[in-house]
């Protein structure tokens, strides 16, 4: 599977990301031809090799004609990508990044997403970023973007609305749920073309997933920054195993004061409200007093609902908290047919692609409560099926089937 990882150490825009995926290779003279079919007038794309700290990389300038160059409400620029002769999956996908634009500056602006105007976005050259870097993407065959944690930049930026905060609205709204951290750089790290990119197509946020590197680029933004390389790097390759990679909030609390009851309470609370782990490991705390470590694994869109449950069963007065990612095998949920009938067992692909079934407790518990059999009889069945299929995908040879039948051995 095609991969590729953005490797934001400062940040990331609309024009770095199209600039990356050039000088990983897409072609110029492609993207050149892209946007022409978008029917903009005055408008032009060049490519530059230009340093950055020592290390090069492609940045990206878009030449337009200032006088054509206008805000846009999102009905347009839908109508202007709906009306070209872009290739479908272009169209789509550039209209989901819009629109998740759209979404965010409509509720910041107290209006509907057709009407809302985007004054930097909905200019000419992020219109060109965001519908190149979805091309770019498309024709370099990814299967799945991943990307670091995103640092923001400090101070404000003067926009077409006043002065605003950094990260300006938009950008804080679309990286919910997305790792991020704080630098003291006066600048826009992160941009609303470049955020609503990344948050559109990456799977996961945080460190580099396993993967074989076959290309690196780099793309290149428009200032210098006074603590490292203004650079946005693109690594592209393959999966390096079978499975995935995905992006976990892990929180963390510790009572000496709660209830045992209590306890047993919370963790079904948690598992109801979506948590995807949930341990409790003994601990000594201060003064010497017994407590308990809860430690809870999630998703990081269930991280809210989870944290006020902790407050509100365990008494806790603080709950840690941070993003890291893990490493899972596919699997699945299969019935299979059994001497007691229908069970449910979950299908595991391991890394060397073949399958491996293992028993799903609540299916074994029912079948041995309705039976009156052994829990591990019923187990022990399940887990035979691998070494039965292993033995069946691995049959003696000839010569030691010969030799086995010779000693008396029986055939099997």
Known sequence: MNVAYLD?????????FLGALVDVGVPLAELKQLIGLLHIEGCSLEARREARNGIYGTRILVDIDQSRQRAR?????????SQSALPENVKDKSLQVFSSLAAVEAKIHNSSPEAVHFHEVGAVDSIVDIVGSVHGLLSLGIDALYASRLPLGSGFAQTAHGAM?????ATIALLKDVPVSQTDIPYEMVTPTGAALVKTFAKTFGPMPPMTVDKMGYGVGSRELPDRPNLLRLLVGKQARKGKSETIVVLETNIDDMSPEWAGYLMECLFAAGALDVSFCPIQMKKNRPGVQVQVIASPDAKERLTGLLFQESGTL????????RQVLEREEVEIESPWGNITVKKIIQADHTPYLVPEYESCRKIARAKGLALREIYSWVMGLNAQKKKSAHPSSPEKQRQQHSAGTPQT
Do not use: A, K, W
């Open 8 to 16: 934001c150490f400062s940040g990331i825009s609309g024009d770095m």
């Open 73 to 81: 409400n999102f009905r347009e620029i839908s109508e202007l990508l």
């Open 165 to 169: 905060p950094i990260p300006v609205p």
């Open 318 to 325: 603080g709950v840690r908290f941070f993003y890291t990612q």
